[in-house]
């Protein structure tokens, strides 16, 4: 007995000062293992009587019991100990300067084309697309462009074949759109996308463009509804002061059709390089759906009348941001593209 208390209290002292959990490891090998002194201690046993062995028995397993317990507990406390030093060393200093992550932009068209999306979604219309190579039928036909037609060399168009070719408006999706309404309106749409025309690229022109046209069928649809919805698109992508005229013109799709000016932001219309002085600068053009365009596409020209749109986004993006060469939509400059970097 004196031998165990002996064993127990010369292990709880170790196990107090010890100070690293490989040493309080070989301290649990030594005392608990099967040579230890415990084990020794235990192998008297055999000399002892009944009586004694029951008692004996009965303090050798408290003292291992409270000798593992001091264990368990002194390998929490150094554990606990350690993640402490080792928090400590690895600490942030919070205090020093960053490093900056460079960040993408969104291109200045893109840019363009989510303000159009989002300020006509919000006035009820929908997002329409269409395949990028169209055929002659939808392109030009169904837009009252015959062949033979001086507006088709206006267009100057990428041909494939006698009927394939890269379309040169987004006007097909109209027309597509309007043959799968079967003649029953309404219909209120805009549609976004790349066209393609022979223009020798320069400063204002270029072979591939984005457009973003409106198409809007519906019974009593009048000019002041155009006027309306023109007057809205050039207050929320040109600042509340800008006023729109519209002008006289001529567009095989529509009748009767108008260019649509916006009063000149850089000089509040007073006149200015920017406007050639005129205090005017042109922006798109639209018109009243012609009836042959909803006759072919299966509209009754009597019941439903509508109107159209066609937006240039380069040329919208050019007169917000002042982009002076519409190449540099079209290059891969970073310096030109960084102008637009997200600034949160």
Same mark, same amino acid.
């Not at 989510?114 to 919000?122: I, M, P, Q």
């Given at each position: 007995?004196?031998?165990?208390?002996?064993?127990?209290?010369e292990a709880l002292?170790?196990?107090?000062?010890?100070t690293?959990?490989?040493?309080?490891?070989?301290?649990r090998?030594?005392y608990?293992?099967?040579?230890?002194?415990?084990?020794?201690?235990?192998?008297?046993?055999k000399?002892?009587?009944?009586?004694?062995r029951?008692s004996?028995?009965?303090?050798?397993n408290?003292?291992?019991?409270?000798?593992?317990?001091?264990?368990?507990?002194?390998?929490?406390?150094? &554990?606990?100990?350690e993640?402490n030093?080792?928090l400590?060393?690895?600490?942030?200093?919070?205090?020093?300067?960053s490093?900056?992550?460079?960040?993408?932009?969104?291109?200045?068209?893109?840019?363009?084309r989510?303000?159009?999306?989002?300020?006509?979604?919000?006035m009820?219309?929908?997002?329409?697309e269409g395949?990028?190579?169209?055929?002659d039928?939808?392109n030009?036909?169904?837009?009252n462009?015959?062949a033979?037609?001086?507006?088709?060399?206006?267009?100057?168009?990428?041909?494939i074949?006698?009927?394939?070719?890269?379309?040169c408006?987004t006007?097909?999706?109209?027309?597509?759109?309007?043959?799968?309404?079967?003649?029953?309106?309404?219909?209120?749409?805009i549609?976004?996308?790349?066209?393609?025309?022979?223009?020798d690229?320069?400063?204002?022109h270029?072979?591939?463009?984005?457009?973003? &046209?409106?198409?809007?069928?519906?019974?009593?649809?009048?000019?002041?509804?155009?006027?309306?919805?023109?007057?809205l698109?050039?207050?929320?992508?040109f600042?509340?002061?800008?006023?729109?005229?519209?002008?006289?013109?001529?567009?095989?799709f529509? &009748?009767?059709?108008?260019?649509?000016?916006i009063?000149?932001?850089?000089?509040?219309?007073?006149?200015?390089?920017?406007?050639?002085?005129?205090?005017?600068?042109?922006?798109?053009?639209?018109g009243m759906?012609?009836?042959?365009?909803?006759?072919?596409?299966?509209?009754?020209?009597?019941?439903?009348?509508?109107?159209?749109?066609?937006?240039?986004?380069?040329?919208?993006?050019m007169l917000?941001?002042?982009?002076?060469?519409?190449r540099?939509?079209y290059?891969?400059?970073?310096?030109f593209?960084?102008?637009?970097?997200?600034?949160d």
């Open positions: 007995m004196d031998e165990l208390l002996k064993i127990k209290e002292s170790k196990i107090t000062v010890c690293s959990l490989k040493d309080l490891n070989d301290l090998v030594f608990l293992g099967k040579k230890g002194p415990m084990q020794a201690a235990m192998r008297s046993m000399d002892m009587s009944k009586e004694e029951a004996f028995g009965q303090v050798s408290k003292v291992k019991q409270e000798i593992t317990q001091a264990i368990e507990d002194k390998k929490v406390a150094l &554990e606990e100990a993640m030093e080792k400590k060393n690895e600490t942030i200093d919070i205090t020093l300067p490093h900056v992550l460079p960040l993408g932009s969104i291109h200045p068209l893109s840019m363009i989510e303000e159009l999306e989002d300020l006509f979604v919000g009820g219309y929908s997002v329409a395949p990028e190579v169209e055929t039928h939808y030009f036909e169904l837009m462009i015959p033979g037609h001086p507006a088709r060399d206006m267009t100057d168009t990428f041909y074949n006698d009927t394939l070719l890269m379309r408006h006007s097909p999706v109209q027309a597509r759109t309007m043959l799968e309404a079967k003649g029953k309106g309404p219909i209120k749409i549609c976004p996308g790349k066209t393609y025309r022979r223009d690229d320069d400063a204002t270029s072979h591939q463009f984005s457009q973003c &046209e409106g198409l809007v069928i519906d019974k009593n649809i009048t000019m002041a509804d155009l006027k309306g919805t023109l007057e698109f050039a207050k929320k992508m600042g509340e002061k800008r006023e729109i005229r519209l002008r006289p013109s001529y567009f095989p529509t &009748e009767p059709s108008v260019e649509v000016d009063s000149c932001h850089n000089c509040d219309g007073k006149g200015c390089p920017m406007c050639k002085y005129t205090g005017w600068i042109e922006v798109l053009g639209a759906v012609n009836p042959k365009v909803l006759e072919m596409c299966g509209f009754d020209p009597e019941v439903y009348q509508g109107f159209a749109f066609g937006i240039g986004l380069e040329r919208v993006a917000k941001y002042g982009i002076d060469n519409i540099n939509f290059s891969d400059d970073l310096r593209l960084n102008q637009f970097a997200r600034k």
